[in-house]
């Protein structure tokens, strides 16, 4: 896994995936371990690394010691993107929606990442409508419809640069994925 060698320890992979997939959960030492089938002295090291890091934020609550991700961590967005690119969970789906038209830019929203949001896919390029509805109905599996919103890079770019404010939210919001970008030029 190419996280496993990037990272070098694997607690310390299985604890980034969980807290940077779950970014709004707490969790205790002992509900990791059981969670993530790894020995409690690797748990409580790995999570005092992360916590020294910054990416970890902890508190006491009934006794027991929690901890969260620490949302104010400057590189929490692209280290959600290394997961995401990395895990089985929505590569796949990032994979296959890439191969369905000419896109310049892909974020991941509300269904794929269990949050709240108005979409739950932002998609910049050309692609067939009817082909990406066909693939989301087959291929993601979920209760209820998946709503995207596709446009042009032209488009995209005049809404960003009328500070529209539902490109604007999706873009700054922290929690949300951008899993392929080839508009940071565009953007600046």
């Known amino acids: 896994m190419l996280l496993k060698r990037l990272f070098t320890s694997q607690t310390r992979v299985k604890l980034?995936?969980?807290?940077?997939?779950?970014?709004?959960?707490?969790?205790?030492?002992?509900?990791?371990?059981?969670?993530?089938?790894?020995?409690?002295?690797?748990?409580?090291?790995?999570?005092?690394?992360?916590?020294?890091?910054?990416?970890?934020?902890?508190?006491?609550?009934?006794?027991?010691?929690?901890?969260?991700?620490?949302?104010?961590?400057?590189?929490?967005?692209?280290?959600?993107?290394?997961?995401?690119?990395?895990?089985?969970?929505?590569?796949?789906?990032?994979?296959?929606?890439?191969?369905?038209?000419?896109?310049?830019?892909?974020?991941?929203?509300g269904f794929f990442l269990k949050k709240d949001s108005e979409v739950d896919l932002l998609i910049v390029g050309e692609i067939d409508k009817d082909v990406l509805q066909s693939f989301l109905d087959k291929e993601v599996p979920s209760d209820r419809t998946i709503r995207y919103t596709a446009l042009t890079r032209e488009d995209f770019i005049y809404r960003v640069k009328c500070n529209d404010r539902f490109i604007k939210d999706l873009l700054t919001d922290p929690e949300n994925m951008i899993a392929h970008n080839q508009l940071q030029n565009a953007l600046s």
């Open 16 to 109: 980034l995936t969980l807290f940077l997939t779950n970014p709004e959960e707490e969790y205790f030492i002992r509900e990791l371990t059981r969670r993530l089938d790894e020995q409690i002295n690797s748990v409580r090291r790995e999570l005092d690394n992360l916590k020294k890091f910054g990416l970890l934020r902890s508190r006491m609550k009934n006794r027991k010691k929690y901890y969260m991700i620490n949302q104010k961590f400057p590189l929490i967005t692209e280290l959600q993107g290394i997961i995401l690119k990395s895990t089985d969970q929505n590569a796949k789906v990032v994979e296959a929606i890439l191969k369905l038209g000419d896109l310049e830019l892909l974020l991941l929203s």
